[in-house]
């Protein structure tokens, strides 16, 4: 693989781009703690980069800095090649970012269809006024959505649950309708924070197949978080390894595979 | 098999978005409408309209604001009847004006002042969450009931401090004032409870109503996918102030007529506002009218059976009363959170199987 500036292609011959989000010399304290230290790393274009490590590492951090979420003290966020000024949350996602949690955040108290059509928020514009009446632009802007959200659904393959409220549904469907909402909001970069933690053999397939559908069809840039070291070395492009907050190896899983000090994070060779 | 959904598809996101997606349903919808507007205001009484119907109207647009706030975008508030008494004294303050202009307009006037109001009480809650917040709207509930007692100039100087609902006419009928008919007082409300009750519908079907939701559901992943946290409280307490000053300026200017604050909007107002929309369902319209008609109607039944027909005294009934009321709460606190509207809804799946339940 030779990387330039204009992207590279990949071992299965799909075409990278460029620097989508890059992270500058990123440091994150809290109080005593330095959950990242000093780590440097880009996401280009079309590409499915992974973030591994042990537990603790700083990888859920990583992402919350992404997300805006956590203000790291040092370092810079660059997104479309622009520097990003400090964000909330929300204003990050208008940006385009979109994720799924570690432990599921999704509303308990809605059907799975209003859930996912949470997901398009970001896109519907009408305002309270238009809302009150349901007139002209309300409801087409409700139908419009709502024929996306369907076509996430049948993609996802959630239709029979679609009514359901989220509440009755088990934990690997639950993985799935919050992706499903990530997913309706038509992402430019799409976070996942161990999207197949707590599953079965069966599921993981469906939920690697999902995510590798999702980068295929819709050429969506994906950042994921990954234990399962087999599933990361089948999905993932390129891989960043953090160990107690620092980055310990960049680059493609067998790249990734064969560095030393990865070998010795996850063997458990002692830190001095 | 009388209810039923079978057979009763949805073949367009439209009609999927429907309030009423089963014909059944619309059906009985239709059947209330006509009854309400056509039916009961040739049979309504002075009675029924004073005990009964006006008081459920009236409150059945504050449950729908406070469920608004508290059931859908989960902001507990305990400033209601501050928020009610916000409407009747804009109302008032509008008709003493403005005598010239229709009091259909002063009654949505005063909505739109108490949602002014309502957002700037509101503003804490972008801070402060559940226990705290329901406290910060207490301290408004006491802070407006001591404003309307304290500056005259609400009050246009009375010297009682009382405030008396001058005379209005809808079309040449008087809907305000001691000369009003049963009918046209009722008729009146009516208009504004079919109005309030479809800018609900509409507001929590759409993108408003999801945001609120995910509000309540949970703040953070609400925040993630791109809800303003800000706009989107102050939007629930705007909407849900509008419809209690609505309500407010009804019970003072129809209802009423003549208001002192303290014992027309005081505390247990906010708490008998939340516990229509406990018993009835948190994050349900129908809930509102349904926690509306049972807290109006039990203690006019109450009080017919008990004193009425078994001769008890009525200070006993009053305290028998309280402990039904206070024992349903706990029940549905416990038991059924979403209240009525979730035993109607059961009720209906139910149905939906009867004769044949597996
Ligand atoms: N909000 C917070 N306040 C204080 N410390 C935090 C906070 N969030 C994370 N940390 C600390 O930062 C470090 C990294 O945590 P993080 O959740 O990013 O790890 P992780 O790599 O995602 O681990 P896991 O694989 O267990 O999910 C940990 O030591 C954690 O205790
Ligand atoms: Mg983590």
């Known amino acids: 693989m030779t990387e330039t500036s204009e992207g590279y292609t990949t071992a299965d011959g799909r075409q990278i781009g460029g620097v989508l989000m890059e992270m500058k010399n990123i440091t994150l304290r809290f109080g005593g703690v330095t959950a990242i230290k000093d780590i440097s790393f880009d996401i280009r274009e079309g590409e499915i980069r992974a973030i591994i490590g042990p537990n603790g590492a700083g990888k859920s951090s990583m992402l919350n800095v992404i997300s805006g979420f956590y203000h790291p003290q040092e370092g810079e966020v660059w997104f479309h090649g622009s520097k990003r000024p400090a964000m909330k949350p929300y204003q990050v996602a208008q940006q385009g970012i979109a994720r799924t949690f570690q432990n599921i955040a999704l509303f308990e108290g809605m059907s799975v269809l209003n859930n996912v059509m949470t997901g398009r928020l970001t896109h519907m514009t009408t305002n309270m006024a238009q809302q009150a009446m349901w007139w002209g632009k309300a409801e087409r802007e409700e139908v419009e959505n709502r024929e996306i959200v369907e076509k996430i659904i049948d993609f996802l393959e959630i239709q029979h649950i679609r009514k359901t409220p989220v509440s009755r549904l088990p934990y690997g469907l639950k993985k799935r309708v919050e992706l499903a909402r990530a997913l309706a909001a038509e992402p430019k970069l799409l976070l996942l924070d161990e999207p197949m933690a707590g599953m079965n053999v069966e599921e993981k397939e469906d939920m690697s197949r999902f995510i590798l559908d999702v980068n295929d069809e819709f050429g969506t840039t994906i950042a994921l978080i990954e234990h399962d070291m087999g599933v990361v070395m089948d999905l993932s492009d390129r891989v960043v390894v953090m160990d107690y907050g620092k980055k310990i190896g960049d680059g493609t899983p067998d790249e990734v595979r064969n560095n030393q000090d990865v070998i010795d994070a996850y063997l458990g060779v002692a830190h001095d | 098999?009388?209810?039923?959904?079978?057979?009763?598809?949805?073949?367009?996101?439209?009609?999927?978005?429907?309030?009423?997606?089963?014909?059944?349903?619309?059906?009985?919808?239709?059947?209330?409408?006509?009854?309400?507007?056509?039916?009961?205001?040739?049979?309504?009484?002075?009675?029924?309209?004073?005990?009964?119907?006006?008081?459920?109207?009236?409150?059945?647009?504050?449950?729908?604001?406070?469920?608004?706030?508290?059931g859908y975008c989960g902001q507990v508030s305990l400033g209601t009847g501050g928020f009610m008494a916000v409407g009747a004294y804009a109302v008032y303050k509008l008709m003493t004006s403005f005598p010239e202009v229709n009091i259909a307009f002063h009654v949505l006037g005063a909505g739109l002042v108490t949602a002014g109001v309502g957002v700037l009480f509101g503003l804490p809650s972008l801070r402060i969450k559940g226990f705290y917040l329901a406290v910060a709207t207490l301290a408004a509930q006491f802070f407006l009931v001591w404003l309307f007692n304290k500056v005259p100039w609400f009050y246009n100087y009375s010297a009682s401090g009382q405030i008396t609902a001058p005379e209005r006419t809808v079309f040449?009928?008087?809907?305000?004032?001691?000369?009003?008919?049963?009918?046209?007082?009722?008729?009146?409300?009516?208009?504004?409870?079919?109005?309030?009750?479809?800018?609900?519908?509409?507001?929590?079907?759409?993108?408003?109503?999801?945001?609120?939701?995910?509000?309540?559901?949970?703040?953070?992943?609400?925040?993630?996918?791109?809800?303003?946290?800000?706009?989107?409280?102050?939007?629930?307490?705007?909407?849900?102030?509008?419809?209690?000053?609505?309500?407010?300026?009804?019970?003072?200017?129809?209802?009423?007529?003549?208001?002192?604050?303290?014992?027309?909007?005081?505390?247990?107002?906010?708490?008998?506002?939340?516990?229509?929309?406990?018993?009835?369902?948190?994050?349900?319209?129908?809930?509102?009218?349904?926690?509306?008609?049972?807290?109006?109607?039990?203690?006019?039944?109450?009080?017919?059976?008990?004193?009425?027909?078994?001769?008890?005294?009525?200070?006993?009934?009053?305290?028998?009363?309280?402990?039904?009321?206070?024992?349903?709460?706990?029940?549905?606190?416990?038991?059924?959170?979403?209240?009525?509207?979730?035993?109607?809804?059961?009720?209906?799946?139910?149905?939906?199987?009867?004769?044949?339940?597996?």
């Open chain 2, 1 to 70: 098999m009388f209810y039923r959904e079978a057979g009763d598809f949805s073949t367009t996101y439209q009609a999927d978005a429907q309030t009423f997606p089963i014909k059944y349903e619309r059906w009985g919808y239709y059947a209330i409408l006509a009854v309400a507007f056509g039916v009961v205001p040739f049979f309504i009484n002075d009675y029924w309209a004073n005990a009964v119907m006006i008081p459920f109207l009236i409150y059945a647009i504050a449950a729908l604001g406070l469920n608004i706030l508290t």
């Open chain 2, 172 to 358: 040449g009928v008087v809907v305000t004032g001691p000369n009003t008919d049963a009918a046209a007082k009722y008729l009146f409300c009516l208009v504004f409870v079919f109005l309030c009750a479809w800018l609900a519908r509409n507001l929590t079907r759409g993108s408003f109503g999801r945001k609120w939701m995910a509000i309540r559901d949970m703040d953070i992943a609400a925040e993630i996918i791109g809800v303003y946290p800000l706009a989107a409280k102050l939007s629930a307490f705007a909407v849900s102030s509008f419809f209690i000053g609505v309500s407010g300026a009804l019970f003072f200017s129809v209802y009423l007529g003549a208001v002192e604050v303290t014992e027309a909007f005081g505390i247990q107002k906010s708490f008998l506002v939340l516990f229509m929309i406990i018993i009835g369902g948190l994050g349900s319209i129908f809930g509102s009218f349904a926690g509306a008609a049972f807290l109006v109607l039990m203690p006019v039944l109450l009080k017919n059976i008990l004193v009425g027909q078994l001769g008890w005294p009525t200070d006993l009934a009053t305290h028998f009363e309280f402990m039904i009321v206070g024992a349903l709460i706990v029940t549905f606190l416990i038991l059924e959170p979403h209240g009525l509207a979730q035993l109607w809804r059961v009720t209906k799946e139910k149905l939906r199987l009867w004769p044949f339940p597996h």
